[in-house]
T-cell receptor, first 114, second 111 residues
Framework: DAGVIQSPRHEVTEMGQEVTLRCKPISGHNSLFWYRQTMMRGLELLIYFNNNVPIDDSGMPEDRFSAKMPNASFSTLKIQPSEPRDSAVYFC????????????FGPGTRLTVT | KNQVEQSPQSLIILEGKNCTLQCNYTVSPFSNLRWYKQDTGRGPVSLTI?????NTKSNGRYTATLDADTKQSSLHITASQLSDSASYICVVNFGNEKLTFGTGTRLTIIP
């Protein structure tokens, strides 16, 4: 199993540009999570999908952030327009049996907004 | 507000020594508590998951303990190795499908 796959691994963009992060969960997992990690705030859950349906998006910081999961094997996190304070490492994780199951994290996308 | 606090923030020990990392939480009700290891530049990897009814769980040289009465958990690492250098994150699930993360302990093992 290849594990959770994220792309790109690194993204540098200018303020105001649209950024799209991609995630492929582990095959057979029915839950997918997007996290953001910064030195100041640690890991924060942004949004959680179960069976491709968004269950909890209360962690999404503002309307500039949106996430989709069109099918069981793909999800995107979009930031439009991006701001310097969005600079962070964004992780995708997947699990079986919702949040009670063990979560497997991808390698992350390091986003830098200048 | 549910919080998870870890101590120390950072720790440096000699290779071969033991160490203990602490986690205090205020989350209630409590579903399960997890310890993750995160190597630099990589995603977190689960070490242990404990429910409120478990008070100890081991994974090789890693042993996690839980005292649900005092809302404290610890992660004990035995005979440390250079590869143990990482951040260790305590995560509490209070059952409403949202995990609360500690800010982690940065552990450095020196030869």
């Amino acid at each position: 199993d290849a594990g959770v796959i994220q792309s790109p691994r690194h993204e540098v963009t200018e303020m105001g540009q649209e950024v799209t992060l991609r995630c492929k969960p582990i095959s057979g997992h029915n839950s997918l999570f997007w996290y953001r990690q910064t030195m100041m705030r640690g890991l924060e859950l942004l949004i959680y999908f179960n069976n491709n349906v968004p269950i909890d998006d209360s962690g999404m910081p503002e309307d500039r952030f949106s996430a989709k999961m069109p099918n069981a094997s793909f999800s995107t996190l979009k930031i439009q327009p991006s701001e310097p304070r969005d600079s962070a490492v964004y992780f995708c994780a997947s699990s079986w049996d919702g949040e009670t199951g063990e979560q497997y994290f991808g390698p992350g996308t390091r986003l830098t907004v200048t | 507000k549910n919080q998870v606090e870890q101590s120390p923030q950072s720790l440096i020990i000699l290779e071969g020594k033991n160490c203990t990392l602490q986690c205090n939480y205020t989350v209630s009700p409590f579903s399960n508590l997890r310890w993750y290891k995160q190597d630099t530049g990589r995603g977190p990897v689960s070490l242990t998951i404990m429910t409120f009814s478990e008070n100890t769980k081991s994974n090789g040289r890693y042993t996690a303990t839980l005292d649900a009465d005092t809302k404290q958990s610890s992660l004990h690492i035995t005979a440390s190795q250079l590869s143990d250098s990482a951040s260790y994150i305590c995560v509490v699930n209070f059952g409403n499908e949202k995990l609360t993360f500690g800010t982690g302990t940065r552990l450095t093992i020196i030869p």
